[in-house]
């Protein structure tokens, strides 16, 4: 049950922006509440390709990476829909790791720390009223000084604030379904590949013990006109790629059933909500094929902690805190989102991808300062 007594930090959702965030509370000293509506471990539909600009942030948050020995990824493979394959460089690279990994390694030690974790535990409202807000679960309520909201894409909050996003009728940004499997196949170690079909692409990257993440992400339409069935979907559409036809029918598959998402909503979002800081991808959603949402929502969660700090010692008021917030996530952020958003467009296709690609391959400049654009740095 919730410990009644005042937090100085509540967090709804227990992704990597949250823990990471409750990590850094718990180690500047503050009391801290996390609120997750799963049990740890538990697998997430993530591409599971993590930027490097993230590996010294993460190895401070407690975690030996060196000693986990993950796959480095330092190359990108496309292919567009007929299966043609155009290969780039990737100057900052990544790592390969399993959420399912991940995310645990992180609860363990958040509650090491001291932070209060309460997992299978729903969070109905956060109302903000008299300079402190209210914590209402399914298991109890309590109180907070300031909130942090990052409960992932889309969540019961977001219908009760009736966000936007959740607000507008479907169109080309907010209607997307995502895919997940787990699967034993050839993939090389450094590279990540990103296959195109009709209305969609596929990842894959190599993680942790020999193992490789397949996700996909396509429209909501493509998978009403296969009778709303995944495997009728995979070999009408994503199998006349010839590059996925091969991994789809030899892979060995390590989930019964895939992970899945619907709804998905690559629209803009509001850093604050209700006083509540946004992060994550409640605050914003970049297109996978771009990557670094992970990285990404780490990043949000750092620049959240560092004003919350500066708020519980009183050098700023709530207002500041909140305006910086979302001044500062909009400099690091946007363009990323906006770059996003415009290869977006042009994936998925079968005329503008080709020629997207051709242009890339033949033009290195510009392939890496479009690849530069997705990814960050340190932090």
């Avoid at 690279?93 to 990994?101: L, P, T, V």
């Avoid at 619907?262 to 006083?275: A, D, E, N, P």
């Avoid at 670094?292 to 919350?308: D, L, P, R, T, V």
């Avoid at 700090?309 to 500041?320: H, V």
């Amino acid at each position: 049950m919730i410990d009644t007594a005042k937090y100085d930090i509540a967090i709804a959702g227990g992704g990597l922006a949250g823990l990471t965030l409750a990590i850094q509370g718990a180690d500047a000293g503050y009391k801290v509440l996390l609120l997750e509506k799963e049990q740890y471990p538990f697998h997430k539909v993530c591409g599971e390709y993590i930027s490097m600009e993230s590996f010294d942030f993460l190895q401070r948050q407690g975690l030996p990476l060196n000693e986990w020995q993950l796959p480095k990824i330092n190359k990108l493979q496309i292919s567009d829909i007929k299966g043609t394959i155009y290969q780039f460089g990737l100057p900052l690279g990544g790592f390969g790791i399993s959420r399912y990994s991940l995310d645990n390694a992180l609860y363990n030690i958040a509650k090491v720390k001291g932070v209060q974790v309460l997992t299978e535990t729903k969070v109905i409202d956060m109302p903000f009223t008299s300079d402190q807000f209210s914590i209402i679960t399914d298991k109890g309520a309590s109180t907070a000084k300031t909130v942090v909201a990052s409960f992932g894409k889309r969540s019961n909050l977001d219908v009760k604030w009736k966000r936007p996003f959740i607000t507008s009728k479907a169109n080309k940004l907010n209607n997307y379904i995502g895919v997940k499997y787990h699967v034993r196949y050839p993939q090389e170690p450094e590279v990540i590949a990103l296959h195109n079909f009709s209305n969609g692409y596929c990842g894959i990257s190599n993680i942790e013990d020999g193992k490789c993440c397949l996700c996909y992400l396509t429209t909501a339409e493509n998978l009403k006109k296969n009778n709303n069935s995944i495997k009728q979907m995979e070999k009408n559409v994503l199998w006349k790629n010839p590059k996925l036809a091969s991994i789809f029918s030899s892979a060995e598959f390590l989930y019964k059933e895939p992970l899945t998402i619907s709804q998905i909503s690559f629209s803009k979002k509001s850093q604050v909500q209700g006083h509540i800081l946004m992060a994550g991808d409640a605050a914003g959603m970049i297109t996978p094929l771009c990557g670094n949402g992970m990285s990404m929502a780490m990043h949000a969660g750092k620049i959240a902690f560092e004003n919350i700090q500066l708020f519980l010692k009183e050098k700023i008021n709530r207002q500041q805190m909140e305006q910086q917030y979302a001044q500062q996530w909009q400099q690091q952020f946007s363009k990323r989102l906006f770059m996003g958003r415009v290869v977006q467009r042009l994936f998925g296709n079968d005329a503008t991808t080709t020629l997207f690609l051709k242009l890339m391959h033949k033009n290195a400049w510009l392939a890496q300062k479009l690849i530069s654009s997705t990814h960050g740095t340190s932090f």
